[in-house]
Nanobody
Framework: QVQLVESGGGLVQAGGSLRLSCAAS????????MGWYRQVPGQQRELVAS???????NYADSVRGRFTISRDNAENTVYLQMNSLKPEDTAVYYC??????????????WGKGTLVTVSS
């Protein structure tokens, strides 16, 4: 079993900042890619940012230059620093990780999500 637990969501005014964290635990041998997705009710879940174990990052065009993804490989933790937040960033943010577990199975693990609300 692998668990991802997000934290750091909340309510912030436009222009403000939040930092999301996601810690992975359980039967983990290694984690390759980690990422953050977001979903607005009635819309598809979309990739916000991702990072490989080597530190290669990828961002959605809508957040590039405002959000920064980072990770601590030793702690199996990924972060998302969100600056200059806009009302359109309001969504539930989900953590995702591509995990190799102790059975040497590869699986995509998801957190339960954390709500980010940006007021105008």
């Amino acid at each position: 079993q692998v668990q991802l637990v997000e934290s750091g969501g909340g309510l912030v005014q436009a222009g403000g900042s939040l930092r999301l964290s996601c810690a992975a635990s359980g039967s983990i041998v290694s984690i390759s890619r980690m990422g953050w997705y977001r979903q607005v009710p009635g819309q598809q879940r979309e990739l916000v940012a991702s990072i490989t174990s080597g530190g290669t990052t990828n961002y959605a065009d809508s957040v590039r230059g405002r959000f920064t993804i980072s990770r601590d490989n030793a702690e199996n933790t990924v972060y998302l620093q969100m600056n200059s937040l806009k009302p359109e960033d309001t969504a539930v943010y989900y953590c995702n990780a591509d995990v190799i577990d102790r059975r040497f199975y590869t699986m995509a693990a998801w957190g339960k999500g954390t709500l980010v609300t940006v007021s105008s």
